[in-house]
């Protein structure tokens, strides 16, 4: 570092990732900015997470390591941003890496245009297998890019926003102003914590910039899970959230954005339902377990309800029919 106080503090917030956390590690070693200092926490790992974290202490003293007892994702975010001491904050997951000069060229774009609370950069995605093959897009097919590069702030954002998701956490280099002004992440939204922090970035008035600029980019792991499955789980936390912002959008007295927000949930319902149909005519019934049942009944209104219920039970009497054809 070239002072007492760093420029750049990263977190990253870490959970039995040990085997990736070097990689993670590495990616800042190799920054063409060198004022920055790092926040390891360590949210109750069991594996080799700690270990690995001191051998990089013992490499460069901008490292740092705190142990936590397991509490989630949002809280370790939290305890970094508790102990970070610089004036721009990065966020990094310990699967993910970071191009060399993200840092030096955010840091110079918030420097010079002090108006601008949070500047963000493209994504691209790597499989474990597959760390040169870089792609655009994890859910909607590799090639089709998904981030809608804007800038701006107030109402167009938070409209944006409300929308879709504009980037991942990682793209971004927040000021200090910008995080001491959106506070910390709620600990109740696990998943969608990055989401929700981005809203109310933009429900609060503050200002993006998106600068897709060479070698500024997050490079995003994307594990080899049960593809049903997590998708399953991301529209299932995004439903949560959006009944969340409901009230809060109310609030702003915009109809347009209670109006999205309602056809955003409406819309990203009827995708788990009918992933949910898919998973049953396929013999997964995983999905039909009660609480399962009981959560997608009560995110329901009677209208959607009548729309999934008699197909789950098609779908069920499809396969058992297709088993004694058979």
Not at 8 to 36: F, H, K, M, T
Not at 97 to 105: G, I, N, P
Not at 237 to 248: D, G, I, P, V
Request: hydrophobic share 40%; proline share 4%.
């Amino acid at each position: 570092m070239t002072g007492l106080k760093p420029l750049i503090s990263v977190i990253i917030p870490c959970y039995n990732y040990g085997r990736l956390l070097g990689e993670a590690l590495q990616s800042l070693l190799e920054q063409d900015c060198p004022d920055w200092e790092c926040w390891v926490i360590d949210d109750g790992s069991t594996d080799t997470t700690a270990a690995i974290a001191r051998q990089y202490i013992a490499l460069d003293p901008r490292i740092n390591y705190l142990y936590q007892p397991n509490q989630g994702q949002p809280a370790a975010r939290n305890k970094g941003l508790e102990m970070a001491k610089g004036d721009y904050i990065q966020f990094l997951d310990a699967d993910d890496l970071l191009e060399s000069s993200k840092f030096s060229r955010q840091k110079n774009y918030l420097r010079e245009h002090p108006d601008t609370d949070i500047v963000y950069g493209e994504v691209r995605y790597f499989l474990d297998h597959e760390p040169g093959e870089l792609f655009l897009n994890r859910w909607d097919g590799r090639t089709e890019a998904w981030m809608p590069k804007l800038s701006g702030r107030g109402l167009p954002m938070l409209m944006a926003l409300v929308e879709k998701n504009i980037f991942e956490l990682g793209c971004a280099l927040f000021s200090r102003h910008a995080v001491n002004t959106i506070g910390l992440f709620q600990e109740s939204l696990q998943g969608v914590e990055d989401y929700d922090y981005c809203l109310r970035a933009a429900a609060l008035g503050l200002s993006f910039t998106c600068l897709d600029e060479p070698e500024t980019r997050v490079l995003m792991r994307h594990h080899s899970t049960s593809f049903s499955k997590s998708l399953f789980s991301m529209y299932k936390k995004e439903l949560m959230l959006r009944r969340l912002w409901k009230a809060r959008l109310k609030q702003t007295g915009s109809l347009p954005l209670v109006t999205l927000n309602e056809h955003r949930y409406d819309g990203r319902l009827k995708k788990l339902h009918d992933l949910v149909i898919d998973q049953v005519r396929k013999g997964n019934t995983s999905f039909l377990e009660i609480k399962e049942m009981k959560w997608l009944l009560t995110h329901a209104n009677s209208r959607q309800n009548m729309y999934f219920f008699p197909r789950i039970l098609k779908a069920l009497l499809y396969k058992r029919l297709e088993f004694f054809l058979c």
